[in-house]
């Protein structure tokens, strides 16, 4: 099988097909020294990352303090991305318009030449 | 059928027009987060929805409950301070608040150079889904060795297998979060999952060996 196919079947057995091994399995009878494994991780994995639950006074308490809390109060607005990535980005958009232009002016230079 | 609770507000905002605002429980998120621009009580909603799931997240990443409090708490700080630059065509809420989340956790293990996930010490206290037989077969050694594995991946695959096993989010909003395709996000849980199974098995082969 291969590894695009896997991937999307491992992703409709997360979605859909979890606690059904058998079902699934049957389906895909001729992958099943494949699949096994891959299941065996995904039946271990569930039972590693469970959702933990926050004490009920932390809960409480947050609520109240961001229900009440005045606007001076709060942290200033802050970007989604960090300032380092937005600069890469413009620094990568730059370079890349450079080569551009570069590219057009060596082309049309060696049109002309031509 | 569940009954549609409803509940009237006045918020400092409203109130202070003059307006009454009525805050539907059931609304969507992106109708919630317009509303929450000028109403806390329907910020509060949105708090209700998602601070488990932000908790969770914080907590898996940073493997202490003091840091998930308080990094869970900043989250939702941030979110009230930005709310104004929140537009429903963007990402969806969850996502948006996901992302904030997700860069405190990248500045505090920056700020502070730690690199323990996941709660290892506490395995203990975490529940056990005992009522599911073939999880029944699966011993804590086992268990315990793949959190060691876990907190060995990159952070980026930390953050795709909480947010697909411990949020039971479905591929697209995982997307969302993550900034990448619905393919991308398929593919680099599969190969995951093959690196896990490769590690595991490479040390059990080293522990008989």
Known sequence: ?114 | MQLARQHDTRSEAGAAKGVELRVDCTEPDEVLAERAKVDREAFGILYERHMRRIYNYVYYRTGSVADAEDLTARTFYQALSNLQRYRVQGVPFSAWLFRIAHNLVANWHRDSGRHRTLPIDGLAELPNPTDDPPLVAESSEERLELRRVIARLPADRQQLLILKFVEQMPNAEIAAVMGRTEGAVKALLHRTIESLKTQLTADKAGKKG
Do not use: C, H
Request: hydrophobic content about 50%; glycine content about 6%.
């Open chain 1, 1 to 114: 099988m291969s590894q695009r196919v896997l991937a999307e079947v491992v992703s409709q057995y997360l979605e859909v097909g979890a606690g059904r091994d058998e079902d699934f399995l049957a389906i895909l009878g001729g992958y099943r020294s494949e699949l096994e494994p891959l299941l065996g991780i995904i039946r271990l994995l569930k039972s590693v990352l469970v959702p933990v639950e926050p004490s009920a006074s932390f809960a409480a308490a947050l609520k109240a303090r961001l229900i009440t809390m005045p606007v001076e109060e709060l942290p200033p607005a802050t970007p989604l991305y960090p300032k380092r990535l937005v600069l890469g980005a413009v620094a990568f958009g730059s370079l890349v318009s450079a080569a551009a232009v570069y590219l057009i002016y060596s082309r049309a230079r060696m049109a002309r030449a031509a």
